[in-house]
């Protein structure tokens, strides 16, 4: 399964592929995380919030290969991004694993994905850096296998996301 996640509208259609899915969470009504834990202990796997987050972090579970696009805002994902990043958490347990020597949650049967975030905005070598780092440090909890981080301008978006998702079906 490959999924774009994506903070804002792009020209995509993958309604004729069975494996791949578009997500524009600016059309989705997704509330903030209450930190109840609900998600591990009332109802193991599912968020006690229903609203759309509980259609998207399935398909996030799922995918092998995602690609999230988010604007940079200081350093970190964009609110509409980071809110749904923090909504998945009901794809982990409330257990803990050792990963190079850091601490990190188990995965509910969450395959290995490969991953490439795009962050696109006026973007600063220090912000870029931040980022990077904040990637790296969740890669291990978000599953990732592989991850590719790219800069891009606004208007540049589009091309960019095209290039990565044409680079699918190539491989």
Not at 35 to 63: E, H, L, M, N, Q
Not at 79 to 106: N, S, Y
Not at 149 to 166: D, K, N, P, R
Request: contains cysteine; glycine residues 4%.
């Amino acid at each position: 399964m490959k999924l774009v996640l994506s903070d804002t509208a792009l020209p995509l259609d993958f309604s004729q592929q069975a494996d791949a899915s578009y997500i524009n969470l600016d059309e989705l009504k997704i509330a903030t995380c209450i930190g109840c834990f609900g998600c591990w202990t009332k109802t193991p796997s599912k968020c006690v919030i229903r609203d759309d987050a509980t259609k998207v972090y399935p398909i996030i579970a799922k995918s092998e290969h995602v690609i999230y696009v988010s604007k940079l805002q200081y350093g970190g994902y964009d609110l509409p991004m980071k809110t749904m990043l923090e909504r998945a958490i009901p794809t982990q347990q409330a257990f803990i694993r050792l990963v190079d020597g850091e601490a990190h949650h188990v995965q509910r049967n969450v395959p290995l994905k490969a991953a490439t975030i795009i962050a696109y905005g006026n973007i600063c070598q220090q912000e870029q850096a931040i980022f990077e780092r904040l990637v790296a440090r969740n890669a291990h909890n978000m599953n990732f296998a592989s991850v590719r981080v790219i800069f891009t301008s606004e208007a540049q978006l589009e091309t960019v996301v095209m290039e990565e998702v044409a680079a699918w079906k190539k491989s």
